[in-house]
């Protein structure tokens, strides 16, 4: 779980500085923030609410407000519909002087003498549901007014260093009442109060700050639908909401401390529809702008939802079979982003589907959406920032890859952001594979991390477009001399192969396998004397060599006691077997026969050694009926499907390609994925590891 309360923050890579505050007064007497001396404006004109609104001036006053707060077409960003007729009946109003007395006195009188009738009814008017018309709307008086509102909260404005914590239920309920559907003046007043209610009474600050950050989700169904007023749309109710955080926050810096937590308990539920997550992650990415401080936090808690949703699908992708499973991914529904906002998520035109594959497509369709907000983020600091945005940027992704993606076993989307961002340009991608290497090599790391970087180097190399053959043959070359040396190592005391005992070496060795499949004709000699893989594959297969030292190491691993070829995934083998022979580089063919004829035994379970906190990445699966032990084939950087969020990822791949010669179509993406060349055989052999 990513604490959201961390003290090292990720640099913001584009923050917005945040402006100075001016002098503020006492609490007891706040300074007005709405402004009375500006000129009208023209007739017709649009006008955007914005923060300006919202600045202290010492020269308002509060009389001035009430004024200027009433209801106009003039200052109404949204449009009013001119038929519509606004809570309005000045000439039965209690003035804002009484009005303010009214209200000191009530809360005097709650306070020290315990007397709450004016109390109440104060609380009442804030209480009452402005959906609802007549008598029975309210018990004991009739409904509030838009004046009346109005009056009474700037009332509490002025006595608000008087709402201590015998006050919370009035404090409560005007936090609680409708406010984002009312008009532009309101909306002001409102978000003042709050401003100096967190301010001054700092117990209610968790209070402001989670009614805030729980609209900033999909907007429930008649919110921004007031009798009298004009429709609000959900976009504007979310500037609102992030209006009134950044007002709060400015005149509370100290605030983001108690509002990482709150973010992260609001986020939507696994039950809620994709809509509610894709808006709220929206939300949360456009808080950055206002509160650069809490970037490593959000993004932090943003890629820790989505790895989960991401995992849920992998597990719940197992109950169907490989082609349901891809139907799947091809149906899911791509949400527009002009339906974000709705409350209703759509998916349920799919009448046939079983409640699992509705459950799946939806889950689909939030990881989707999600991944593809942070893309578009992310795609302006990579694509127009300085070299320092984009180190910047990498360093924020892999500070989240590293402590939530990599220990995670089943992730097989959220990591495409650094497979693509780390491809724009050679120093960002020597970054990210110095990273993976630094884990490989490093042995106080725990078994599984080790396993995971190298499957993440061995997919990230084999995959990428972007990489440069010399960057491939450096990696490469990198593996095999760690793999001959972990031979060495490992070999002295190796009575068979051992999954248990000698993880690190596997992985390292199905690593090279991998890479060698999809990338062996950046490994040929032609290629390091500058033939490019075209001119490559015009070559006859006797035409085409190695460097002397990959065929020695590779020849002297597989051939060891270690014997990784048992070990390694079938599919893998059963490929580079196929390419070695074809060029009659290695034949290995004998081996994999002697191989079906071994059975390992008295294997305990690679769980028993793994940190609890990860997922088995190097897990041990029964290879069909042969019962030996193997790696899984898990390859993070295999083709990426989401319908919406691929679009970025277009031109990053490396595509299989067969191999002149030997297939007949070129451009099947099969890759190592062939079929299990081994089949059942009589064990004849038995190793005991213990």
Known sequence: MVSLATTSRTPALKATPALPLSKMRTASSPVPILKTSKPAPA???????????????????????????QPTKKKARVQFDREVKMHEDTSSETSLAVVREEVRGAIHRHVAMSESEGYDRIKGIFTADPKEQGDDALLAYDMPTHTCLKNHLLGLLSHVA??????????NAIISSEWVGRDESYVKLYIRFL???????????????KMLVSNMTIVPRGVGRLP???????????????MALRHVLRLIPAGSGALSPILSAQFPSDADPASANITYTRNLIQMIAYAPELQSDIFGLITEKLVKIDVQIQ??????????????LHEANEEDDEDDDVSVASGDSE???TKAAKKIKENISKVDGMIDLLFEYFSVPFANGSLTDKENALDLLLSNFKSIILPTYRSRHSQFLLFHFSQMSPALVDRFAATFIQHIFNKLQSAIIRQSSAAYLASFVARGAHIAPEVVRDVFDLLLTHLDSLRVDYEKTCRGPDLRRYGPFYSTAQAILYIFCFRWRELTTAAAEGDTPDQVDELEPNQIAFPPNVKEF????????????????????AEFARITHHFQFLYVYPLLETNKRIRITAFRSISTLADPRFSHVGREIHAGDNG??????????????????????EGDYVEWRGIPGLDDADDSDSGAEGSDDESDGEDVTETDEE
């Open 195 to 209: 401003g100096n209610l967190a301010a001054a009474q700092n117990s209610y600050l968790g209070s402001v700050l």
């Open 554 to 573: 590779l020849h002297k691993c597989i051939y060891s006691r270690l014997n990784p070829l048992k070990v390694c995934s079938p599919a893998i083998v």
């Open 228 to 242: 009298g007023y004009a429709v609000v749309s959900a976009s504007e109710i979310h500037t609102r909401v992030h």
């Open 43 to 69: 007739v017709g004109s649009k006008r955007k609410m914005s923060d300006a609104d919202l600045t202290l001036s010492p020269s308002s006053s509060q009389e001035d407000d009430v004024e200027d707060t």
């Open 351 to 353: 009448e046939d589907d």
């Open 628 to 649: 030996g032990y193997q790696l899984d084939a898990y390859f993070p950087f295999d083709p990426y499907q989401l319908p919406r969020s691929r679009r970025w990822l």
């Open 315 to 328: 597990v719940d992708m197992e109950d169907f079979e490989d082609e349901v499973g891809d139907d799947l």
């Open 162 to 171: 008087s709402l201590d914590r015998s006050c919370s239920g009035l404090v």
